[in-house]
């Protein structure tokens, strides 16, 4: 198989459907750096080779991931799956596979050997401003990445949106919430 793609733009009903499961998201995590056994998955990500194998079934239906390689072993074939491209972009992301995204995030903090840096703030940008930090973000990220094999995968996850403004009584003033 072809090494893969730099992008790919995840828009099909099946792409969402196979992204809204956080054990799926964590086996695109873990398949980010190198092709991997369904046993090696299983042992990376704490989970059942049985779910690992289905879970890699839906990946694979959705084009997400591939079979990189196949090897005969111990009268067997062992099959190593890769991603079909190693960024995904969602342009225009589902409450489903982003709650599973964020869920498998979660997941991925609590096992992590170090302790891990999550900050949420809420900045006041102009369109432009949010675009401009937006292309900063990304290429920051872009040029951060090292090709050690020995040295430890980070995760990092980058999210800017606009928040909802809150509902207003007709009159331009916002309408109480009730706690």
């Known amino acids: 198989m072809p090494p893969p793609e730099d992008v790919l733009e995840i828009g099909a009903p099946e792409q969402f459907a196979a992204l809204a499961h956080p054990l799926r ?4 995590f873990a398949l980010t750096q190198r092709p991997a056994t369904i046993s090696r998955l299983a042992a990376q990500l704490d989970a059942k080779k ?13 084009g997400l991931v591939h079979i990189a390689e196949t090897r005969q072993v111990r009268g067997g074939t062992e099959q190593y799956y890769r991603r079909t491209a190693r960024r995904m972009v969602v342009a225009e992301p589902q409450a489903a596979g982003t709650a599973a995204m964020l869920a498998a995030v979660a997941q991925e903090l ?3 050997p170090t302790e891990p840096h999550l900050t949420l703030r809420h900045l006041r940008l102009s369109p432009e401003k949010a675009r401009e930090l937006g292309e900063i973000l990304t290429n920051l990220v872009d040029e951060a990445e090292e090709s050690a094999e020995d040295d430890p995968v980070h995760g990092v996850l980058v999210t800017l949106y606009q928040q909802a403004q809150p509902p207003d009584r007709g009159d331009g003033r916002p309408v109480p919430s009730s706690c």
């Open 25 to 28: 998201q964590r086996l695109l």
């Open 50 to 62: 049985g779910n690992v194998a289905h879970h890699l079934k839906v990946l694979r239906e959705a």
């Open 110 to 112: 609590d096992r992590s």
